[in-house]
C-alpha cells in the first residue's frame, strides 16, 4: 500500500497505537506497517498477543509488558 496516491506517511514515521492487540488496535497497527510505518503497540499481555490478529512481517517486534 505504500504506492497509495490518496494517502502517504512521511518518511520515518512512527506511530504509537494504544490497546495495539485488540481487534480494531490490531487493524490500526496492521494498517499503519503497510503504509511503510514504525509502530510501537502498547497495552498487550501475552494472553492478548496470543489471540492477536496482529500480522508478523520484516521488522517488526511484538512484545508484552509485565
Avoid at 512512527?14 to 494498517?31: C, E, K, M, P, W
Avoid at 509502530?39 to 508478523?56: C, F, K, M, P, R
Amino acid at each position: 500500500m505504500s504506492g497509495n496516491p490518496l494517502f502517504s506517511l512521511p518518511a520515518g514515521f512512527h506511530a504509537i497505537v494504544v490497546g495495539g492487540a485488540g481487534d480494531i488496535g490490531a487493524a490500526i497497527t496492521n494498517l499503519f506497517l503497510d503504509f511503510g510505518a514504525t509502530v510501537t503497540a502498547s497495552g498487550v499481555d501475552a494472553a492478548a498477543l496470543a489471540h492477536s490478529t496482529l500480522q508478523a512481517r520484516d521488522g517488526s517486534n511484538a512484545q508484552h509488558s509485565t
